[in-house]
Structure formats: C-alpha cells, structure tokens
C-alpha cells in the first residue's frame, strides 16, 4: 500500500483531515514524558487523519530523544500515516542516508523535504516509491517573502517547486495556511497538500472553501491540541479542529 493510499483510506474512514502535529516541547526523554506523548497519540486518534512529529524537537534531546522517537513510532496505530517533519534538503550521497533513516530506520510513511537545492535533491527520496514526500512551497512563516514568494521570470520561486511534483504520484507540497491566498492555490498543482498553520499561527480555514481540489489535504495543528491553556481534553481539542476544518472543506 502506498503512503497516497493509505492516506485516502484513513481520510475516508475517519471523515477527517486533521493531522496531529507531535511538536513535543520537553525538558527531558524520561519515561514521564514518553507517556504523555502516548496519551496525546491515545486520546487523538479517533480524530487524525496523520501523525506529525517534528524530529527537531526530540533531537534536541540527544539520542534518548532519537531512542524515545523510534519507541513512539512503534506504538502509533498501523493504520495511520505518520508524516516525519525533518525538511531534509542536501546532495549525493547525504540525500540517500537521510532517505534511508527517515523510510528504513525509522520506517515512516512520508517526509517533509527542503527541495530549494534543486531537483536531484529528490531523487534519493523518490526512489522509495510507496512512501510520500512533502516539498516547502509556500512556508507559514513572515520569511516565505524572502524567497518562496519572489518572482523569477513569469513566476514565482515557489510555483518551480510545485512544478518538481509532475510525474510523482507520491510528491505534495506544504503550503502554510497563513499565506495560502487564493492567488496562491490556483496557482499549485492538484497534488497532496499538508497544511500547517492553523490555531495558535492564526491561519484562517477560509482559504480553503471553495478551492475544489481533489488530492487529499492534511490541516496540521500542533499547539492548537498540545498546548492550549484551558479544561479541555487533548481528544476534545481534536475533535474541535476536526469539525473545524470539516466545515470549511464542505
């Protein structure tokens, strides 16, 4: 089963299209805080569609973190893709053990990837032919003005990324909620998308009413469900950005 099919067959069976984002802001890789993690994976999965841990968050805390990461991968349900955030971007031989640590070692379904090095960057990536990359297109931060947003010729930088996508069912882009205008949408390809920057980055779900598309999307919320300051459960927080994002899609 490829990463696309699995992907649509949870979407299907779940109604959703949130993805969990596991940016796990911890002090320490002890036995407590895996638990937690556990519990947030536990309580959500009735309402994700994807998990996404950040790897930087558990490499900041050295190889337990890395250790604690491979356990916890392990644990999420078969039946959900787990989308690695690594925005791996480098050349030759490098690409390909970055390739083999993210699909082999810790054998996830699908990578964010930094291509802004250009095409080849991919190529390593690509030959795993079941898993799914996501490019940075249109990046949520202020700084997606800087370059992603330039323009170069009759287009902008991000659209020759979207344009590395043709011909690879498995390749998406990530294209911030912040900054996913409709000028910006019409202008990418029918393909995957992953969708960070809703809740505490303040994307708004307008943005995506209306779009038509038919390649699946995930909505990531990482803080909106981790961290929020108030009563509810981490299952009532997903449940909300769930319907959330359901409403807008409709």
Known sequence: MTFLDKLNQRIATTGSNLCVGLDVRAENAEEQTKRWILDVIEQTTPYAAAFKPNSAYFEALGWRGMKMLEEILQEIPKDIPVVLDVKRGDIGETQGYYAKACFEAMNVDAVTLNAYMGRDTLEPFLKYADKG???LGVTSNPGAKD???????????????AAMTAGHPQAGLVVGLTNAAPNVLDLIPDVPLLIPGLGAQGGDLAALKGSGRKAPLLVNVSRGVLYQKDDLTFAARAEFWMSQIQNALK
Do not use: F
């Open 133 to 135: 990359l996501y490019l």
């Open 147 to 161: 370059i992603e947003l330039q323009p170069t010729g009759d287009r902008q930088v991000y659209e020759l990324v």
